[in-house]
Nanobody
């Protein structure tokens, strides 16, 4: 059974930083891509960033230059370094992976990030 366990969320002041982690466990043939999505209250879930197995990255325009995704393939872990946080970054952040030939998606349980003074 595949499990994604996120950590690192919390309360931070505007301009501050947080680092999210997502550890993947279970029997997985191949992780094609790993990423982060977020969902703010009353809004749809949106893509934040992804990283492929080869290290290619993609970012939402709203986080470019402030957020950095990285992955440790040996540990099956993906990280999200968030700097210069803004109030509008407040959301539940979800880890996502796509695996195998069918690119099947798995989701974490979500971790709350609140940016407030």
């Amino acid at each position: 059974q595949v499990q994604l366990v996120e950590s690192g969320g919390g309360l931070v002041q505007p301009g501050g930083s947080l680092r999210l982690s997502c550890a993947v466990s279970g029997s997985i043939s191949r992780i094609n891509a790993m990423g982060w999505y977020r969902q703010a209250p009353g809004k749809q879930r949106e893509l934040v960033t992804t990283i492929t197995s080869r290290g290619s990255t993609n970012y939402a325009e709203s986080v470019k230059g402030r957020f950095t995704i990285s992955r440790d393939n040996a540990k099956n872990t993906v990280y999200l370094q968030m700097n210069s946080l803004k109030a509008e970054d407040t959301a539940v952040y979800y880890c996502n992976i796509r695996v195998g030939e069918l690119d099947y998606a798995y989701w974490g349980q979500g971790t709350q990030v609140t940016v407030s003074s």
